[in-house]
């Protein structure tokens, strides 16, 4: 049994859009979803580890990179910081509004 001439132009897109569908792969992962507090002792661990690092190779051993390294996981702890000051600010300013008035 063939299908009719006037469904013709669908039964091929629609076997073009399966040809295509089969060639699709997923890699499924996990999110990992942490705290605040979780995330800046994390920041903080990387942190101490990196300067440890880099008082155990001396100051002549002080790549760019590494610096630079440093820099950006300093920003992030001060980041996450700032956002946990800003939300703690807001808790405490609803909570005084319908509490208190």
């Not at 440890?52 to 190779?57: A, C, I, M, Q, T």
């Amino acid at each position: 049994m063939s299908p009719a001439r006037s469904h013709v132009e669908q039964t091929r897109n629609t076997l073009l859009f399966a040809s295509c569908a089969k060639e699709v792969s997923t890699n499924a992962q996990v999110n990992v979803v942490m705290s605040d507090k979780a995330l800046v002792k994390q920041l903080q661990k990387e942190l101490a580890r990196l300067e440890d690092e880099l008082r155990n190779s001396g100051p002549a051993h002080l790549t760019s990179e590494t610096a630079a390294l440093l820099r950006e996981k300093d920003r992030q702890i001060d980041m996450v910081i700032i956002k946990i000051l800003y939300q703690n600010s807001l808790c405490f300013m609803i909570y005084y509004r319908f509490v208190v008035y």
